[in-house]
């Protein structure tokens, strides 16, 4: 298939949903394609048509066991017909997300943790490189400025009626396209999946808009892929009354942060809110097997 032909979006519902006595819509951009789904789908896609229009046929690409980013690498080059490598962080394992990319066609190179911290080094790129052959390299969580021209056409989905965006924060090029191509009267807020006040100044590099937007930083519940039993169970409880299924390392943490935010008065009634969900239900099964739960991934 071509690259274009893939990247067209499908229809990408708005819900309306009442909960914790908020009313406010999500976006629910975990419809988009089922594999390469949510925000990956936007961060994606000019890196793809980068690679095609230069003549590659392999793409090569970073990130850890659980990683939706090398899931929707994996599907996105078996339908664009490229040859994928995935490069994973740690000892050979294999949990559902490994396993579904690899049935994609995706080749797993395992690294361990000292070696994978040098992913962005020349001299390892380029170790890949004579290994591999010709590759395009895709960076960890496929944040590049490729991958904020595609997150920018997130606000061609969200109509100017609403004020304040909500979406998560990983490694910040979802957020910044988005902040991006906000119109001035609409404030965005993103909530970290990761601790430490970093996050902030990282995103100030990838905006051109130093305004209207504000990054919370509270509501990590302990770190990247850390959870607490408050999340698990709002997880739940949430899917019980809207049906929309939160993964437990992004949506999950950046809903709870919404909701905590309007319990503390910081969101007024009158304001038209907006969260975006961005995708991650394949981990949820390897968060289940790992940890024994059942939440609910669809
Ligand atoms: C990758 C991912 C994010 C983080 O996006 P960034 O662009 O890295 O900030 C958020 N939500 C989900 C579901 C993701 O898979």
Redesign the pocket.
């Known amino acids: 298939m071509r690259v274009e032909n893939f990247f067209q979006p499908d229809i990408v519902p708005i819900q309306k949903v009442q909960y914790g006595g908020l009313i406010f819509d999500v976006l629910r951009m975990d419809k988009i394609h089922s594999g390469t789904s949510?925000?990956?789908f936007f961060?994606l896609k000019y890196n793809f048509i980068e690679a095609e229009k230069k003549g590659h046929k392999k793409i090569l690409t970073f990130g850890g066991a659980f990683s939706?980013?090398i899931h929707a690498t994996a599907i996105a080059a078996k339908a664009c017909e490229f040859e994928a490598i995935g490069v994973i962080r740690g000892d050979e394992m294999q949990n559902n997300t490994l396993n579904e990319a690899a049935q994609n066609g995706m080749h797993l190179h395992f690294v361990d943790r000292g070696k994978y911290k040098e992913k962005n080094k020349p001299s390892f790129q380029k170790s890949l490189k004579d290994l591999f052959g010709d590759v395009f390299i895709i960076p960890e969580?496929?944040?590049n400025a490729k991958?904020i021209k595609g997150?920018k056409e997130i606000m061609d989905l969200i109509p100017s009626q609403y004020d304040l965006i909500c979406?998560?924060?990983?490694?910040?090029?979802?957020?910044a396209g988005i902040i991006n191509a906000k119109k001035d009267h609409q404030h965005v807020w993103g909530f970290s999946?990761l601790k430490g006040e970093w996050a902030k100044e990282k995103l100030e590099e990838l905006t051109s808009h130093q305004n209207g937007w504000q990054l919370h930083t509270d509501y990590h519940f302990g770190g990247y892929a850390k959870w607490k039993p408050e999340l698990v169970e709002f997880i739940e409880d949430f899917y019980e009354k809207t049906a929309i299924p939160l993964?437990p390392?992004?949506?999950g943490k950046m809903l709870y942060g919404v909701l905590m935010e309007w319990k503390k008065g910081n969101i007024s009634p009158e304001q038209n809110v907006l969260a975006i969900h961005?995708?991650?239900l394949q981990g949820i099964s390897g968060f289940n097997n790992r940890f024994g739960f059942d939440l609910p991934a669809s």
């Open positions: 949510g925000n990956k961060k939706n980013h969580g496929g944040t991958a997150t979406a998560p924060f990983g490694t910040g090029g979802t957020l999946a993964d390392v992004y949506t961005t995708g991650g």
